[in-house]
């Protein structure tokens, strides 16, 4: 089956620090990846589409310069967040599409637990 | 994309069936409904999808009524493992592809 994994699977920083968070489609290609942010009991926001070889998409009310994505292959997509705030602090959480299945399906990453200190 | 109306939260005794409803009245044409589930702190899991035809796989059944303006998922026969927050998603095909969640039932399977 299809699976995406994420790197760190837990970080803590200081704040001001910025942290990287990797998302990997491991057996298949992926144009299109996604990512996700949930604080504690809430669901799953939407933050940006992210597409190979192109800029990423940001959903309205995300910041594009503290959020960093970058979708160097059709295999990777990095969220970078800069300058990190205690209110960062949340799971982040990215899917990806096989685009050889036509995108019936999205499959999603463990997610990342990112604590701001 | 068409917003989905879930009730907040369910139990289900381990072993039994569990229906899970799913409203969209406005759901249009070209939009499929979706079927995910969270367990803690997990990443969301595909259960299912359909247009207009039921469905069903090995982890569940989808039944969409005649009008598309309602669904059910059915997990068979509930285990203490299906205890996790169920999400109903109407997306269009090959728009944008988001998925975008809403609040979701969370379903407690109970010994």
């Known amino acids: 089956g299809a699976v995406v994994s994420q790197h760190p699977s837990r970080v803590i920083c200081k704040s001001g620090t910025s942290v990287k968070i990797e998302c990997r489609s491991l057996d298949f290609q992926a144009t299109t990846m996604f990512w996700y942010r949930q604080f504690p009991k809430q669901s799953l926001m939407l933050m940006a589409t992210s597409n190979e070889g192109s800029k990423a998409t940001y959903e309205q009310g995300v910041e594009k310069d503290k959020f960093l994505i970058n979708h160097a292959s059709l295999t990777l997509s990095t969220l970078t967040v800069t300058s990190a705030h205690p209110e960062d602090s949340s799971f982040y959480i990215c899917?990806?599409?096989?685009?050889?299945?036509?995108?019936?399906?999205?499959?999603f990453g463990p997610g990342t637990r990112l604590t701001v200190t | 994309d068409a917003k989905t109306t879930q009730p907040p939260s369910m139990d289900c005794a381990e072993g039994r069936a569990a229906n899970l409803p799913c409203n969209h009245s406005?759901?249009?044409?070209?939009?499929?409904v979706y079927w995910y589930r969270q367990i803690h702190s997990q990443g969301p899991q595909y259960i299912i999808h359909?247009?207009?035809n039921n469905e069903t796989n090995e982890m569940a059944s989808l039944i969409i009524t005649e009008d598309r303006k309602s669904s059910t998922l059915i997990l068979p026969h509930a285990t203490l493992r299906d205890t996790a927050v169920y999400y109903c998603?109407?997306?269009?095909?090959?728009?944008?592809?988001?998925?975008?969640f809403g609040t979701g039932t969370l379903l407690a399977v109970q010994p």
């Open positions: 406005t759901i249009s044409g070209n939009e499929y």
């Open positions: 998603i109407v997306r269009s095909w090959g728009a944008t592809n988001k998925l975008i």
């Open positions: 359909g247009l207009k």
């Open positions: 899917s990806a599409i096989n685009r050889d299945r036509g995108g019936y399906e999205q499959y």
